[in-house]
């Protein structure tokens, strides 16, 4: 069993910052690359930005200069680190990560629960 909790969104100013974790816990092998998702009212869900297992990092343009990805490997917890937020940014925010656990040779995607971050202007 692997579960990802997630901790952090809530609702904040324009400009304002806000910090998502994630954390994973149980049969863990190992984990590869982690990232975020995010889905607003009426819209697809949107990749946002992923970390992969050696630090390398990619953002959606539109949190580009904004938003920093990173992950504590020894915790086994990722981070988002978002700020000047804008009221687009809202959204529900979902964490996820492709894990080998130790009792499969295979890799699978484990998802969060999801957590709403609501930016007011």
């Known amino acids: 069993q692997v579960q990802l909790v997630e901790s952090g969104g809530g609702l904040v100013q324009a400009g304002g910052s806000l910090r998502l974790s994630c954390a994973a816990s149980?049969?863990?092998?190992?984990?590869?690359?982690m990232g975020w998702y995010r889905q607003a009212p009426g819209k697809e869900r949107e990749l946002v930005t992923t970390?992969?297992?050696?630090?390398?990092?990619n953002y959606a343009d539109s949190v580009k200069g904004r938003f920093t990805i990173s992950r504590d490997n020894a915790k086994n917890t990722m981070y988002l680190q978002m700020n000047s937020l804008k009221p687009e940014d809202t959204a529900v925010y979902y964490c996820?990560?492709?894990?080998?656990?130790?009792?499969?040779?295979?890799?699978?995607?484990?998802w969060g629960q999801g957590t709403q971050v609501t930016v007011s202007s």
């Open positions: 996820y990560a492709i894990i080998r656990t130790t009792y499969s040779t295979n890799t699978y995607k484990y």
């Open positions: 149980g049969s863990i092998f190992s984990i590869n690359a």
């Open positions: 970390v992969s297992s050696g630090g390398r990092t």
